[in-house]
């Protein structure tokens, strides 16, 4: 492993002493798929000039029993706890998983931007910067951040530490593993990546520097992606799918073809463009989000597509199905995507049928997979042909696999490691290879979401944890909590029954009710005589506590609770929520 005692890069702004602590703060991004988002601390806790800068700053999509949640965020606790000593934001790349949460940091009151009297800097390649800010002028922030492209290999200063942007592949252009140089040596993050050798844009990750760094200064610790860290062998190169993509054109020559895929994966926009205006057909994007990204990619000759090519999607009508390919977002079976409402024969400009054929160049996210299946044979029904990644190989991964992680280790020679971004398992799997290239196990630390590591002389270690919950976007930012998650899902599962009574405190008497309103427990009109017996039995229980002396409107609340669930649960042996609402004259 690399000597902790070698010599270090000092950042340019202004030499520390060696033995300044580093700490790494993680906010989100452990032990789950997505808000990838952690801070590098510079500097002794109790210095109220040290540097905090954050690398990423994602969202995470919701899974099923999350009902009516739009977005789920990092919590931005400890960033607004110390928002004065935060400098700077640095972006691996574009995905919204690590750039699609920025807007709500910045936002005032839910964010920190205003406790700042200057404009945030971020810093990432030209398309990382253009994706981020497409939905951060949406929610007319921009006025909020400076962004600052970078180019590869490029350093520049955040605060203190001293930033390098190293080349990496990934399923997004333009990506970048960043190297922290710090008072405690290089902390490496490895952004998301793969070895891809052949890469669409021939930008391969630039694996000669990083073994530089390891042989010079030393890699004290690596911070790793670990999302395919299960998956054996090498990740395949995206070029691979491109041979793929042109064999699905010729087989289907008299076919219009719909394509799905994210809209930030360029490579595989520029693929299949590529396939179609060889074979002779026009192309048309669909969705906001494929058609802004096709710009940017245009603009920023990202994507190298003929202008002649690309047609309007309103003017498709006007070719021969075999003359058109359509590059549409919904891949991941969002409901009200273009994808998804074609599949509910919903979309305005297309209506699907024999005569299409539609290849899925993706695979589903976890968690997706439901949604994906229902848009499928949704498709189906329309008679539509549809292609995806378990028929034939029309998506290649973005992430590194276990022998591409391996070769990493391999080159970078950690000191301490760290697996990150991934569910746990994924992370224990990457652990695992980490030390079957020999890092020793006791400096390989599992960490979750909210853990803290301090870097010094004496090596890494915990010190504490800072707030990482979820912070849910239902809506506004911050107004559903964990509990009112537990009302959602209750209500999804059992239902609700609301009792309903009017009491006379004075003389003791239930003047009027119980009534009993109920939504999914039973269907009220083919369930009358349940629901008389069940006020039947609510209104003695009543009766009986009033008789009792029992007088206060909630003790009373509480003995119809107590009667209207003993009964609900004996007679259909349901736990329904009950709301019991009982009114004084």
């Not at 009151?109 to 971020?122: A, M, N, Q, W, Y």
């Not at 809209?263 to 299949?272: F, K, M, N, P, V």
């Not at 107004?479 to 009017?502: H, I, M, P, S, Y």
Request: net charge negative; glycine share 10%; aromatic share 4%.
């Amino acid at each position: 492993m690399a000597d902790s005692k070698k010599s270090r890069i000092q950042p340019m702004t202004a030499p520390l002493d060696a033995d300044t602590p580093v700490r790494i703060i993680f906010l989100g991004g452990l032990g789950e798929i997505g808000r990838n988002c952690m801070a590098i601390e510079q500097g002794a806790a109790d210095d109220p000039d040290r540097t905090i800068m954050l690398i990423d700053c994602g969202l995470m999509f919701p899974d099923a029993n999350m009902h009516g949640i739009d977005l789920i965020l990092p919590d931005f606790s400890y960033l607004k706890d110390n928002a004065e000593r935060l400098q700077g934001i640095v972006l691996t790349h574009g995905h919204e998983d690590h750039i699609g949460a920025i807007q709500y940091l910045m936002r005032d009151g839910d964010g920190i931007g205003g406790l700042r009297s200057e404009k945030l800097p971020v810093y990432g390649s030209k398309l990382t910067l253009g994706l981020a800010s497409s939905r951060i002028e949406e929610a007319g922030l921009l006025g909020k951040i400076d962004r600052r492209p970078v180019e590869d290999g490029d350093q520049i200063d955040v605060g203190s530490l001293l930033v390098e942007f190293i080349p990496v592949t990934h399923s997004v252009p333009h990506a970048h593993a960043i190297a922290v140089h710090t008072a405690q040596g290089v902390v490496l993050h490895s952004g998301d990546f793969k070895l891809d050798l052949t890469p669409v844009d021939d930008r391969r990750a630039d694996l000669a520097r990083i073994g530089q760094l390891a042989k010079t200064e030393g890699i004290r610790l690596l911070m790793s992606d670990s999302t395919n860290a299960e998956e054996a062998g090498f990740a395949p190169s995206e070029t691979s799918v491109g041979g793929v993509l042109r064999g699905l054109f010729a087989e289907h020559r008299d076919k219009r073809i719909i394509t799905a895929s994210f809209a930030s994966h360029l490579h595989r926009i520029q693929q299949i463009a590529s396939a179609a205006i060889e074979d002779g057909r026009k192309v048309a994007t669909l969705g906001l989000s494929m058609k802004k990204n096709v710009r940017l990619g245009l603009d920023l000759n990202v994507l190298n597509l003929p202008e002649s090519s690309i047609i309007d999607i309103g003017d498709i009508d006007k070719y021969d199905p075999g003359e058109i390919c359509v590059i549409s977002t919904g891949s991941q079976g969002e409901p009200m995507s273009a994808l998804g409402l074609m599949a509910r024969g919903e979309n305005k400009f297309l209506k699907l049928g024999p005569n299409d054929t539609v290849v899925l160049s993706s695979h589903a996210i976890p968690g997706n997979e439901g949604n994906v299946n229902k848009v499928i044979d949704g498709l189906l029904r329309l008679g539509t042909e549809v292609i995806h990644s378990g028929i034939m190989d029309v998506h290649a991964t973005g992430h590194a696999q276990a022998d591409d992680i391996k070769t990493y280790l391999s080159i970078v020679n950690p000191e301490w490691f760290v697996p990150i971004h991934g569910e746990y398992r994924h992370m224990v799997a990457n652990a695992n290879l980490g030390e079957l290239m020999g890092v020793p196990r006791d400096r390989i630390i599992q960490c979750e979401d909210g853990d803290v590591l301090e870097l010094t002389d004496d090596g890494l270690a915990p010190v504490g944890r800072v707030p990482s919950g979820y912070l849910y976007v239902d809506g506004i930012v911050g107004d559903v909590g964990r509990g009112v998650l537990r009302d959602r899902q209750k209500l999804a599962e059992e239902g609700v029954v609301v009792v309903v009574a009017t009491v006379d405190v004075q003389t003791g008497k239930v003047l009027v009710g119980p009534e009993i309103i109920t939504r999914g427990w039973v269907y009220a009109p083919e369930a009358e005589d349940l629901l008389d017996e069940a006020c039947d039995t609510v209104a003695a229980a009543l009766e009986k506590a009033l008789a009792d002396g029992i007088r206060d409107v909630e003790q009373l609340e509480r003995e119809a609770r107590r009667a209207t669930g003993k009964f609900v649960s004996e007679r259909t042996k349901r736990r329904p929520m009950i709301v019991p609402v009982v009114m004084e004259t």
